[in-house]
T-cell receptor, first 115, second 115 residues
Framework: KNQVEQSPQSLIILEGKNCTLQ??????????LRWYKQDTGRGPVSLTI?????NTKSNGRYTATLDADTKQSSLHITASQLSDSASYIC??????????????FGKGTHLIIQP | EAGVTQFPSHSVIEKGQTVTLRCDPI?????LYWYRRVMGKEIKFLLH????????ESGMPNNRFLAERTGGTYSTLKVQPAELEDSGVYFC?????????????FGSGTRLTVV
């Protein structure tokens, strides 16, 4: 069964600090892994998309890593800002399986940035 | 360019009543997806339209849920009669191609509460 597990479930850090969110998956056959940011009351917005051959991808202060051998990914946020407070969802796309769209979602990490 | 639009943003109804959710995809996007997130759980796939045709509705929970996409433009998701377990956030997403990973866009969702 395809699954995506994220940790921690929630995280509180001070503004300006860095943090790293984790994602482990058992999705096969793997197509790509995405990190989404979901602000309260809004839909998920894509931060990064990584394919099998990509180890690292950055989007501003967000850096995602992928280890396809261990089936792990991380999202590192540098110099956090209050606007980073949101849920961060790891989504793995399979060539088949998952929903008919091939996507398996994690439950997300709820990140709170405190001033 | 307008994004994926959903309304209402919130709906509170009594058990046994009927509710209709609407999704307007990005213009020109043939593929439209419905998802649901129940509290404490991950986002899960409900169904996929290609234009006006249901490509896959394997994620629909039961026959109380009816989705339509007349003319291949906007889509509606009707729940009749609503039950308490139907409460959650219903997301819609659209894309131009079936596996257009980079052009996959979510709406802000409809929060449905059944009391």
């Amino acid at each position: 069964k395809n699954q995506v597990e994220q940790s921690p479930q929630s995280l509180i850090i001070l503004e300006g600090k860095n943090c790293t969110l984790q994602c482990n998956y058992t999705v096969s056959p793997f197509s790509n892994l995405r990190w989404y940011k979901q602000d309260t009351g809004r839909g998920p917005v894509s931060l990064t998309i990584m394919t099998f051959s990509e180890n690292t991808k950055s989007n501003g202060r967000y850096t995602a890593t992928l280890d396809a051998d261990t089936k792990q990914s991380s999202l590192h946020i540098t110099a956090s800002q209050l606007s980073d407070s949101a849920s961060y969802i790891c989504v793995v796309s399979a060539s088949m399986g998952g929903g008919a769209d091939g996507l398996t979602f994690g439950k997300g990490t709820h990140l709170i940035i405190q001033p | 360019e307008a994004g994926v639009t959903q309304f209402p943003s919130h709906s509170v109804i009594e058990k046994g009543q009927t509710v209709t959710l609407r999704c307007d995809p990005i213009s020109g996007h043939d593929n439209l997806y419905w998802y649901r997130r129940v509290m404490g759980k991950e986002i899960k796939f409900l169904l996929h339209f290609v234009k006006e045709s249901k490509q896959d509705e394997s994620g629909m929970p039961n026959n109380r849920f009816l989705a339509e996409r007349t003319g291949g433009t906007y889509s509606t998701l009707k729940v009749q009669p609503a039950e308490l377990e139907d409460s959650g956030v219903y997301f819609c997403a659209s894309s131009q191609d079936p596996r257009d990973d980079y052009g996959y866009t979510f709406g802000s969702g409809t929060r449905l509460t059944v009391v």
